[in-house]
């Protein structure tokens, strides 16, 4: 038997578990209902700062719609523009959520506010806010846009621990978010296969049970 006196110490000698945080999954997407998110700044604090990029979905083998990013020249993103199905020009938004999720959000380009839709023009003005605070985007059927919601205490995510910098840079993000699905060139399976059915290599990987359930370390 030991006694107190014995077991109690007088300092301290708990040094702790060095780590650091690996942002190896960036999701592809706008982020969830009950997600607090941010988005990272361009330039001058405008969402054209992030410049137009395309993006075609297509469908997979289970009939699910995968973006593809159209990358090359002007005249390439033309033909493909005009080649492709579900072709829509966009912003490539990199945000962060409360929980230290990173994500790349593709926003429609909005032209003439007159003639977007309510749900484009909705997401433009929340992603707009989302510059400067927490906020949650959630869909609103009945008025079909989407609603805004800000954090009321926004000092309760303290901004140096979630949000001073991004962890990794902007080009990193997108390629980890599309995740190899990338469009470069006539000999893409997307692009010479326009109006069927394709399966990447990545997904092949993945029925094989060659790539693992990928998560997120935050």
Known sequence: MFKLDQIHSKNKYNKGVAATIRYDVVDLGKPGPDDWFRIYKMGNNSLNDYDPAIISKIK?????LKPYLVVGSEDWKAACAERLSRV????????????????????????DINDAIGWHISGYEIAKAAFDR????????PD????????????????EK??????????????RAFKGRFIDS?????YRNAGSVVETEYDKMKKKGTIKSWVNIN
């Open 60 to 64: 997979d083998p289970e009939g699910n």
């Open 88 to 111: 829509q020009d966009v912003h490539l938004l990199y945000g962060i959520t409360r929980s230290k999720r990173l994500f790349i959000w593709p926003l429609p380009v909005v032209e």
């Open 134 to 141: 927490w906020t949650q985007i959630r869909s609103n059927k």
């Open 144 to 159: 079909s846009r989407y609603m805004h919601i800000d954090l009321d205490d926004q000092n309760s995510v303290p901004k």
């Open 162 to 175: 979630v949000f001073a910098e991004p962890p990794i840079d902007y080009e990193t993000a997108i390629n």
């Open 186 to 190: 006539a000999d893409h399976p997307v």
